[in-house]
């Protein structure tokens, strides 16, 4: 008979701590009240913004599509899918979802709608700089794969001439100091956007 009662306790006690678990798995994302843009994320509201950001949205599809050509070569004038040129680049990763851009870096700049602060910049959006000679004309696109909403850098996709199709980032003195503005074709996200970490925030600022 004791030893039965043993059993049914230590059972008991497995059960309450799956429990206990399955419960801290799912509160952890969401274990502090966030800043979304201006609006709080308020605890009653997690689930739901759980399972909203854990679906891919269009501007999570076009940096999928993006980064499967990582490394392909840069060639004026190309358009993929073998090698491109920057605004090329953009122009096919974006057709691919049915909207079609033109083929040079100043006419993408005249499309969509125009984000002056890049602290609001988001997942997808098209960004722009002069060319090597800074003579104020655009001369590059890139695709913003994410921001800082503190600080306003981001990283970003673009076909470079040197190296091709790569990673880099708006605090790399080149593109900082020819930067010129953004614009926005696939609406705005449903999903949160908060800060970088501190930690990760330095180390993007370094880069």
Known sequence: ???????????FACCRQLQAQEADSYLAPW???RWVGEEILIPPLRRQAR???????????IIEEAVKHLGKPYRYGAKGPKAFDCAGFARYVYLK???????GSR???TKGRKINDTKKLQRGDLVFWQGRE????????????DVDT??????????????????????EA??????????????????????????????????
């Open 1 to 11: 008979m004791m030893r039965r009662l043993v059993i049914i306790i230590l059972l």
């Open 31 to 33: 274990n502090r009240t």
């Open 51 to 61: 399972e909203a950001s854990s679906q891919p949205d269009t501007a999570d599809l």
């Open 97 to 103: 979802f049915g909207i079609e851009l033109p083929g």
């Open 107 to 109: 006419p993408q700049y």
């Open 134 to 145: 800074a003579s104020g004309h655009i001369g590059h696109t890139g695709i913003v794969v």
């Open 150 to 171: 503190l600080t306003g850098r981001f990283r970003f996709i673009h076909a470079a001439t040197s190296t091709g199709v790569i990673f880099s980032y708006s605090s």
């Open 174 to 207: 080149y593109y900082a100091r020819r930067y010129v503005g953004a614009c926005r074709l696939i609406g705005d996200r449903k999903k949160p956007s908060t800060p970088l970490p501190p930690k990760e925030r330095k180390k993007r600022i370094r880069q």
